[in-house]
């Protein structure tokens, strides 16, 4: 078991990151590098943090259901998706270097810093859709569910992106099943863990509390909150994390 005083800034650090990570995703990444500093094996830090990412799922999704902002004819086909390319993700956990990994989130961050910049509209007003629309969405979001069943740092910020910006779904409605997504990608990915035997069960216990609070009270103020203020803190956070991630990276 980890110290004591290490044991509180964990659940300092995931609290904050799971009440603003409900908009923002992207909480892995600043939570999983600390659990790594505070002595946490990485491939156990990884799993544990996933396991903890189903209750932040569950408490950041019960206020959206609460509130009616899901549109479930658009996200079921994301959840299936997500379903089969998370378990290949969690399978295949390992077999990547850091840096790869690393590179891959500060690209991923950058690339939808600039999309939600350049696309100013996007999320705020009805979409246009294309016959390439549904095709490239699918396609984008199975291959990321690989990416989310194997970290999760940077996956909802860019399955967000996805259904904004490509999708055609507004602030708000992307938010919203992006937490129904997750939920589904992180229990299906615990469950390899698990089977792997790579969870360390007491501490996910106690993140996983700590998270689920974060994210009930991060969701229950971001059902108050227009397209418009959800673009603004999604955007800040965005733009924050891609520099940490370059930061890091380099």
């Known amino acids: 078991m980890i110290p004591i005083y290490a044991l509180a800034v964990l659940i300092a650090v995931f609290f904050l990151t799971s009440v603003i990570g409900v908009v923002t995703g992207s909480n892995s990444l600043i939570a999983v590098p600390v659990m790594f500093q505070l002595g946490v094996e990485p491939r156990v830090a990884v799993a544990t943090n996933m396991f903890g990412l189903v209750f932040m799922a569950v408490g950041g999704t019960i206020p959206f259901v609460r509130q009616q902002k899901i549109d479930y ?140 609070v974060g994210a009930y009270t991060g969701a229950h103020y971001a059902t108050k909150l227009n397209d418009i203020w959800l673009r603004r803190v999604f955007l800040t956070t965005v733009l924050l994390l891609a520099i940490k991630t370059i930061y890091d990276f380099i």
Request: hydrophobic share 55%.
């Open 73 to 212: 004819a658009k996200t079921w086909p994301l959840v299936a998706l997500t379903v089969v390319s998370s378990a290949i993700g969690a399978v295949v956990v390992g077999r990547l270097s850091d840096t790869i990994i690393k590179l891959i989130v500060s690209v991923a961050m950058i690339a939808v810093a600039i999309f939600s910049l350049l696309r100013r509209n996007a999320g705020l007003e009805p979409a246009t859709r294309h016959s390439w629309t549904l095709p490239l969405t699918y396609a984008l979001v199975f291959l990321l569910g690989i990416y989310g069943g194997l970290f999760s740092g940077g996956y909802v910020t860019i399955l967000t992106a996805i259904c904004i910006g490509i999708y055609g779904m507004r602030y708000s409605e992307a938010v919203a099943s992006t937490k129904l997504v997750n939920m589904f990608s992180s229990a299906v990915a615990t469950a390899v863990f698990m089977w792997q035997g790579l969870v360390d069960y007491k501490l996910g216990l106690i993140i996983g509390v700590t998270m689920f």
